[in-house]
């Protein structure tokens, strides 16, 4: 049985690296009617496409079918610190425009999706500290290829000390402010988030690299709900909550 809603949001796939759950993904694709798909950044890891696994690229694939036009399905990228090159070119071969930031109305509100590396000062103070991190992350996930513990570890600690998930969603609310949205919708830091202030609301959608994934809906009335999808153990489909 399948769940209609207005929009699916969905962020930081990185496909390319062992982490990216895929087969996750298409399972919870394949339970949703959606008028309307957001890829909101960080969908690519880097341009090294050789890097997809087989079902990394079944998840491509149904991307650019979603492009149909008898399917009557608005598609948006939104462009993340990954995926910033290849978005570009990424947009000619899918079918699918690539914007900085995303605006739509929506029940008698405005909604505002950007990826959010944006409000995220470390990356932007410190390039080179920061390709030096991800370069040694994806070593690290190399080496623990099948678990990936202390790849992900290290990046929940590094999170915490920077307190990325506070400090992109103050910078987040300041900009939906200045956009006059009601609500904004970000990705990067893979962590759920939610948070309310002076009647604006932020949404964080987690990512698809650890367990467990997540997504953000929109149904019919407007309603957000940011889904949980918990992997079960191998051979086992995954469920939502």
């Keep these: ?42 969908i690519f890891e880097n341009l090294n496409l050789k ?5 990394q690229w079944k998840v491509l694939s149904r991307i650019r079918k979603l492009t149909d036009p008898d ?6 990228w939104v462009e993340g610190n990954h995926d910033y090159d290849i978005g570009k070119v990424m947009s000619d071969i899918v079918g699918i425009p690539v914007y900085k930031e995303f605006l739509w109305e929506f029940r008698g509100k405005k909604y505002c999706a950007i990826h959010g590396d944006q409000f995220d000062h470390f990356i932007n103070n ?26 992900h570890y290290l990046a929940r600690k590094s999170r ?4 990325e998930s506070e400090l992109v969603a103050a910078g987040a609310l300041k900009h939906a402010r200045r956009h ?18 002076d009647g604006t609301t932020y949404y964080n959608t987690g990512c698809w690299v650890k367990n467990p994934c997540s997504f953000v809906t929109i149904d019919h009335e407007g309603v957000v709900t940011l889904n949980l999808v918990h992997l ?7 469920q939502e909550t």
């Design 51 to 55: 890097r997809l696994s087989g079902a």
């Design 160 to 163: 915490e000390w920077l307190r």
């Design 126 to 151: 410190s390039p080179r500290l920061t390709r030096f991190i991800i370069f040694l992350y994806q070593y690290i996930q190399k080496c623990d290829p099948k678990h990936r513990h202390i790849g």
């Design 180 to 197: 006059d949205a009601d609500v904004i919708f970000c990705g990067h830091t893979h962590e759920v988030f939610h948070r309310e202030a």
């Design 71 to 76: 399917r009557d399905i608005e598609e948006v």
């Design 1 to 42: 049985m399948r769940h209609s809603v207005n929009s699916f949001i969905i962020s930081d796939l990185h496909m390319g690296t062992p982490s990216c759950r895929a087969r996750a993904l298409m399972a919870t694709l394949n339970t949703f009617w959606f008028e309307r798909i957001i890829l909101l950044g960080d």
């Design 232 to 238: 079960e153990e191998k051979n086992q489909p995954p």
